[in-house]
């Protein structure tokens, strides 16, 4: 099966950086996603990891250490629109085809 | 990019009542798509991948007659939630990725239909 764990809420200042990590248990690895969703919509995608290392993209980087079962999404110039919730996802093989498993997700709450 | 339409976005209905909930590619064909259900502070949690011309394939613990799928197009996925109960209320959401489109793009979800069995 498949197991994520990440921190189910953060708290943070406008302007600053924040790290939010994902470890993850899983067969067959094939994918790390980042997701951000706000409350009651669908969630949108962020970030692809499938190679260790870091992706960065504008004010969004991720990282990925396939051995260490550990990823994590930094943002930075944090802005009050980037409170949401984040939502890991790994995308590995269970009961004999791929699919993508969700962690519970991050809540983030930017303060002024 | 790819786009995929869900629809309704909100529905109440009575309890033994059944629900229909539709998923459109808009711009692609998908011949997989996947339902998931996402309960208040929780994640989501797959319950069934959606193959064109065969059977959905169910998670586990997840009643295969009570949450009908019907993918019999390469646009459309249909989730129908019969007789359902007031702890069916949940929010449901529908995602897929364009095929040969690279993973690096990601899955593209459905807006999402929030039901609300009364």
């Known amino acids: 099966g498949q197991n994520i764990d990440q921190p189910t809420e953060m708290t943070a200042t406008e302007g600053a950086i924040v790290q939010i990590n994902c470890t993850y248990q899983t067969s067959g690895f094939n994918g790390l996603f980042w997701y951000q969703q706000h409350a009651g919509e669908a969630p949108t995608f962020l970030s692809y990891n499938v190679l260790d290392g870091l992706e960065e993209k504008g004010r969004f980087s991720s990282f990925l250490s396939r051995s260490k079962g550990y990823s994590y999404l930094l943002l930075k110039e944090l802005q009050m629109k980037d409170s949401a919730s984040y939502l890991c996802a790994v995308r590995g093989r269970s009961g004999g085809y791929q699919k993508v498993t969700f962690g519970i997700g991050t809540k983030l709450q930017v303060i002024p | 990019g790819a786009v995929v339409s869900q629809h309704p976005s909100r529905v109440i209905c009575k309890s033994g009542t059944s629900v229909k909930i539709e998923c459109r590619s808009l711009?692609?064909?998908?011949?997989?798509m996947f339902w998931y259900r996402q309960f208040p502070k929780q994640s989501l949690m797959l319950m069934a991948t959606s193959n064109e011309g065969s059977k959905a394939t169910y998670e586990q613990g997840v009643e295969k007659d009570k949450f009908l799928i019907n993918h019999a197009s390469l646009t459309l996925s249909t989730l129908t939630v019969t007789s359902a109960h007031p702890e069916d209320s949940s929010f449901y959401i529908c995602?897929?990725?364009?095929?040969?489109?690279?993973?690096?793009?990601?899955?593209?979800f459905g807006s999402g239909t929030r039901l609300t069995v009364v």
């Open positions: 711009d692609f064909q998908a011949t997989t």
């Open positions: 995602s897929a990725r364009e095929p040969g489109e690279l993973v690096i793009h990601g899955y593209t």
